[in-house]
């Protein structure tokens, strides 16, 4: 059976992210999920780095609308897991990991994203952090004023995106996109989440 896919990208910071996919249906396998999820939160723990970056994205298809992939940036590299309105087998250890109090996972407008996991999937992060709220509080920081003066998702969004050309910097709701590719919109679900990593490091 083919292995899935570990792929690699280089952030405007040069820095080398590598990201999984849970599922990975592309990569030929859907039923190790719990395993892959396990040796990637194993991996995270051992390094002591205790900062997630948090993201998510949003699908307003149906009449209600629906978190349908979870972002987690750490040092070890980015994690996504498609969210389809089933809880699925990895959920218990994804659960423990999301609940686990010394774990920080920072995010940007964060709210939604934290009430709409709860309800749909049960899944209840316990220490999560507005970038927005530390920022406010924040009067030194370079990168805060900066912030303040975009506004913090424009600042995401603009400032780690210089990577790309403006046609595509503009695909705001880009996992949604039917005209990127699959393997486009992975890269620019990690930008985001290694940019929200990154920004939440200088801050916190």
């Not at 049960?122 to 009067?139: F, H, P, T, Y």
Request: proline share 1%; aromatic share 10%.
């Amino acid at each position: 059976m083919e292995k899935p896919r570990v792929r690699q990208f280089l952030m405007v910071d040069r820095t080398n992210v590598t990201t999984e996919m849970i599922p990975d249906e592309h990569g030929g396998i859907t039923d190790d999920d719990e395993g892959r999820l396990n040796l990637f939160l194993k991996r995270f723990l051992e390094k002591g780095d205790m900062l997630v970056g948090f993201g998510t994205e949003w699908s307003f298809a149906n009449t209600e609308a629906q978190v349908v992939l979870l972002k987690l940036c750490t040092q070890v590299g980015c994690l996504l897991i498609k969210l389809d309105g089933e809880r699925k087998n990895y959920f218990q250890l994804l659960r423990k990991f999301l609940g686990n109090k010394d774990v920080v996972f920072a995010g940007v407008h964060i709210i939604k994203d934290l009430e709409k996991l709860e309800k749909c999937y049960g899944l209840e992060i316990r220490n999560a952090i507005d970038i927005c709220q530390v920022i406010e509080k924040s009067r030194n920081s370079h990168i805060g004023s900066t912030i303040k003066a975009y506004g913090v998702r424009d600042f995401v969004r603009d400032y780690w995106w210089k990577q790309y050309n403006s046609s595509t910097s503009t695909h705001i709701d880009y996992w949604g996109e039917e005209t990127l590719t699959e393997e486009k919109k992975i890269e620019f679900a990690t930008v985001e989440a290694h940019a929200i990593y990154k920004t939440a490091k200088k801050l916190i």
